[in-house]
């Protein structure tokens, strides 16, 4: 392959790696009835007057499948880490016992489920809208070095190159998403 054709494909995969990363990340802040603490990761708390992460100010671990516990480093943390989970509106409820936060998770209902699910669907679209928009990045760098350097057939070449990563990194998309709606589906 032509290094500047080559040059291209590299630049289309790593922006569709990114979009595969971000949507893994979020669908891992959807929850799924399951503790994950993951959950608390948009959760900031202030740390004597800056806003921090929780996990920047204590150890969010589970503790079973339906139970977060928050161990801070400090115990005067307590209270300002109960009121940003309070305050993030997650419809969770902490309870302070002193020395660590649990949260009980409640079992999610059905409608509940199929919100989760639209919202899932709606993070692979905006992944795959990421590995589309690498895609015509990497076209239009194809059609520029084929108006120059490139040869016709070499060109359509790696233009069929980049559409076959394209559709990997789409079914991969659709892969996440469906274990997603697995997770989210099972009771």
Do not use: F
């Amino acid at each position: 392959m032509n290094p500047e054709v080559q040059k291209v494909h590299d630049i289309a995969k790593a922006g569709m790696d990114k979009a595969i990363d971000h949507l893994e990340v979020e669908l891992a802040k959807i929850r799924a009835g399951k503790a994950n603490p993951a959950m608390l990761d948009n959760v900031q708390v202030d740390y004597y007057g800056t806003k921090m992460p929780i996990s920047q100010t204590a150890n969010v671990n589970t503790q079973d499948a339906r139970t977060l516990v928050i161990q801070p480093w400090e115990k005067a943390m307590l209270t300002p880490i109960e009121k940003a989970i309070q305050a993030a509106n997650l419809g969770l409820n902490p309870q302070n016992d002193g020395v660590l936060i649990r949260i009980s998770i409640p079992p999610l209902t059905e409608e509940r489920r199929r919100d989760l699910v639209k919202k899932a669907k709606q993070e692979a679209e905006d992944a795959k809208v990421g590995i589309r928009t690498a895609r015509k990045d990497a076209m239009e760098g194809v059609k520029r070095l084929k108006g120059t350097s490139l040869p016709e057939d070499e060109a359509k070449d790696a233009e069929g190159k980049i559409q076959t990563l394209t559709d990997q990194y789409v079914t991969k998309c659709d892969k996440h998403l469906e274990a997603k709606e697995k997770e989210i589906m099972t009771v």
